[in-house]
């Protein structure tokens, strides 16, 4: 098992090392809009106690999760372009465990998502004054468990379906919502209820938290370090449990 997750995970890798525009769609656009959206909302931020170093301070943990939501995601289109190539077939016939398939591409996706955010990450001096080594230890801690997350849910969309248009659609329908409600952009104590609601029971809500409170340490708005891992502790092991099912389910069928 661990042979052949080692195998299928080093191919994701040297696949996206070689599609180069990949890797600058992936960490370009979430820079831009920190950059646009930063600069083009800050001045409609100032005054708030969330926001004592300015908005591009605010936004920049949410920035890291956009750049982590943008790889995981769409490096696991890969399995809708091995199912088309005919290579996804040879692995579900050959005689290794269902899990090794889904460990390979979702540890795959997800570390490339920690490997570009650890590059954005190398910003962070340059936007908090006084950071800390395990602030920053605490933060990718928080990013590793939200690109394994991320990467399971988009192995789970992407094993269901047969077109990469779809693909996309679907993950721009559900993704961008979870990411504008995951107080990437405002916190939640400014909304409105049933926004906060929505914030509430959005799992991508205690990524940004984990990121925002490993640099900012509690924070009023934010749910607390520990719950927030827990929470993607947990969402990590129900999407592994998923994408498991649904290898075995296909093979079943």
Known sequence: MLLATWSLWSREIVRFVRQRSRIVGALG????????IGSGLGRSFQGSTMLSGGYLEYFYPGTLALIVLF????STISIIEDRHEGFLQGVLVAPISR???????????ATLAIAQAAIFLLAAPLVYDHLSAAS???ALVAITLLSYALS??????AWMLDSTQGFHAIMNLLLVPMWLLSGALFPASGASGWVQVLMAVNPLTYGVAAIRTAFYGRTA????LAGSLGVLVAWCVVMTAIAVWQVERDRRG
């Open 221 to 224: 708005d934010a749910p607390g």
């Open 152 to 157: 399971g849910v988009g192995f789970s969309i």
């Open 29 to 36: 656009s979430p820079v831009l809009f920190w950059i646009l």
């Open 71 to 74: 790889t995981a995601i769409f």
């Open 99 to 109: 899990a090794a398939i889904v460990l390979s591409k979702i540890l795959g996706s």
């Open 136 to 138: 920053v230890a605490l």
